[in-house]
């Protein structure tokens, strides 16, 4: 579905990512991890639009998308969230997913003159869609609340909802699990899982939790210092001693057993 083909991003003499290639198969949910200033922020960024690489090239199903931008990747079905939740505080939950289809009739100011029955049965089709969501994420009691009012789970929950409301075909997670507590997180992997299933989403998510990436995602990528480092399963990642340290700065090798069961206990928390 993607592929990140010897990427690199500079910003003045850092390199932030540094000639990355990745592929992201359709319908996985592809975790990525690695310790802070690895790089991941950023690569979702060149991948989502936000940035253009400094060089090399973002295929989409084939297409070369490089360069192009976020409301364009947006069409062609490439949707991101944020580590920090973007909803429109002062509108409901309903409202904010009502926001998300593109082209509504109701927009276009002549259109409130010309075309009012169409608007009202275009906005009655988004609303019957945006229950829909809100029934599938389980958000009922609290579709009528306004948004800024909502938990940071729920808010997370809206977000992914956000992408439920148009033809996603993959889906970049930024931290989804940050701030949740862990009742709601299930419930956010819950949902990931059916729409992964259910209805065929590809997913690549950047998360530092590692009991949540073990328990949704397949392959795990690893990437430090701009680069991938190396990928496979949870639990060979967990137990790479490249990956280790990446990590904490030195091998296991190095370590006594007793900084040899910390440096393991680490990996597993995500460092």
Known sequence: MIEVRNVSKHFGGLKAVDNANLTIEQGSITGLIGPNGAGKTTLFNIIAGLYEPTHGQIFLAGEDV??????????????????????????TVRENLMMVPPDQLGEQLSNTWFKRGQIRKQEQQIREKADEVIDFLKIAHVANEQAGNLSGGQKKLLELGRTMMVDAKVVLLDEVGAGVNRTLLGEI???????????????????????????LCDPVIVL??????????AEFVKNDEVVIEAYLGRGLKHKTPVQEAAATAAAGEGA
């Not at 490439?78 to 505080?89: D, G, K, N, V």
């Not at 729409?195 to 328990?215: A, K, P, Q, V, W």
């Open 189 to 215: 992997g819950d949902a990931i899982l059916r729409l992964n299933e259910e209805r065929g989403y590809t997913f690549c998510m950047i998360e530092h939790d590692m009991d949540f990436i073990s328990r």
């Open 66 to 91: 490089s360069g192009l931008k976020p409301h364009q990747l947006f069409a062609k079905g490439l949707l991101r969230t944020f580590q920090i939740a973007h909803e429109f505080s002062s509108m």
């Open 224 to 233: 430090a210092e701009g680069t991938v480092l190396t990928q496979g399963t």
